[in-house]
């Protein structure tokens, strides 16, 4: 897919720099053509040297370096791509691009340039959290720029969270889905998945036996249809998929959030298992025994319904709203029901039942329920399940 593609590779100053070295061997492993272009700070962190000789190109430094003008001009370079890739995009480089500043080769490039953006972002997590680099983020998104990642994990700087850099076939990932071509091309797709945890107190929760599987396969052949996909998970027991943009949350109420940021979308797809009810009494410190044997009393507070909410929105709505049913008895009856309740367009439903081994398994046997009734599909993988109803979703967008 990114073979005779010509990538204009962007290298901030961050300690992740190294790994843009990585980027570029992969780039080129894979066919792309890689200009390399290093701003004054990424000089720091790896050599010109090293980055134009794993490019085997030449690699771009000044603004005001005439023969690289006479050669070719800055506008004319930011052009030339088929994607330009920001990696690591440093916080001070995405507050440059947010504003439209042009004060160095790179942030010129950028602001000249008419050709798709992917951003990989780096940096500290305080950085990372700050409101304003936060805001810059949504002001880039809003303009129409992609970003992968940041990570969650242990930084080079010894702080814990999300700031580490994609990897390189993160990155990668990412660039072949923005190059997907496919039924779902241009469309943005919006799905849930997972469990969400709801907490007791500050070390237990209830939570159910949703593995993400589903939600996760749908992800992927969404994606691989060439959709741009926000993908909103509780904690999953399967990895999230490469090339979509993943939100990570814990709550139903988190997972609503995350839902209302992630629109508008043309299709949204619901295939979390959001629990219904959070504890209302829920304890800010770890509860204890007292000693005299009762047990705490739980009390319990309906969660917001995100399917229904999303299927009811007067304005903003996507325009295929799929929800899940999954039941243990009368299970065409119940989601049938359900569709109408909720008002979606479609319910997927299928038996949950233990005997099934359906949750938390491999396989799945759903009844697709829409306004032209209920057809059931035979039993088969959650990958095949995932395949035909993104099939389906690309027929109804058109
Ligand atoms: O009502 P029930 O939980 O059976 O409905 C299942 C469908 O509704 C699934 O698509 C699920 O993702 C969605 N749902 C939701 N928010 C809730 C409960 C369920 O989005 N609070």
């Known amino acids: 897919m990114l073979s005779g593609k010509h990538i204009l590779l962007v290298i901030g100053g961050g300690i992740s720099a190294f790994k843009s070295l990585d980027l570029i061997r992969r780039l080129r492993e894979r066919g792309a053509s890689v200009t390399p272009v290093l701003t004054r700070a990424g000089e720091q962190f790896v050599t010109p040297l090293s980055v134009s000789a794993l490019a085997g190109a030449k690699l771009y430094r000044d603004l005001f370096d005439l023969t690289d003008e006479a050669e070719m001009g800055h506008i004319q370079l930011s052009r030339s791509a088929d994607l330009i890739v920001v990696a690591p995009a440093t ?13 160095d080769l790179a942030s010129t490039l950028l602001l000249a340039t008419d050709t ?9 997590v305080r950085m990372w959290q700050h409101a304003a680099t936060q805001r810059n983020i949504a002001t880039l998104r809003d303009d129409g720029i992609r970003l ?16 580490r850099m ?25 799905v849930t998945s997972g469990p ?28 691989d249809l060439g959709a741009r996909v926000t993908f909103v998970t509780g904690p999953a027991a399967v990895p999230p998929p490469l090339g979509v943009q993943v939100v990570n949350v814990e ?6 959030a995350a839902v209302e940021a992630g629109l508008p979308a043309d299709a949204a797809v619901f295939a979390a298992a959001v629990a219904d009810w959070r504890v209302a009494n829920a304890s800010g410190s770890k509860l204890k025994k007292d000693g005299a044997g009762k047990a705490p009393a739980l009390e319990f507070a309906e969660n917001p319904d995100i399917l229904a909410k999303v299927s009811q929105m007067k304005s903003g709505r996507p325009g295929l709203v799929v929800g899940f049913a999954a039941e243990t008895d009368d299970v065409v009856a119940h989601a049938t029901a359900k569709r109408l309740r909720k008002g979606c367009d479609w319910i ?32 088969m993988g959650k990958d095949a399940v995932a395949r035909r109803l993104a099939e389906r979703i690309a027929q109804a967008l058109g």
């Open 91 to 103: 916080a001070d480089l995405m507050a440059k691009m947010a504003q439209g500043r042009a004060d």
């Open 116 to 124: 798709p953006v992917l951003v990989a972002p780096a940096m500290n």
């Open 148 to 163: 992968v990642g940041p990570n969650e994990g242990d930084m080079a700087c010894g702080e814990f969270g999300p700031g």
């Open 166 to 190: 994609a990897e390189p076939l993160e990155i990668i990932a990412a660039m072949e889905a923005g190059f997907a071509s496919g039924p779902l091309a241009g469309r943005h797709i919006l």
């Open 196 to 223: 969400t945890h709801e907490p007791i107190d500050p070390v237990r929760y209830i939570a159910n036996r949703s593995s993400g599987a589903q939600g996760t396969a749908l992800a992927i052949a969404l994606r």
């Open 251 to 256: 709550t139903a109420r988190e997972m609503l």
């Open 348 to 379: 997927v439903a299928n038996d949950v039942s233990p005997a099934t081994g359906i949750m938390g398994g491999a396989e799945n046997a759903v009844t697709v329920i829409s306004d032209a009734g209920a057809e059931a599909w035979p039993r």
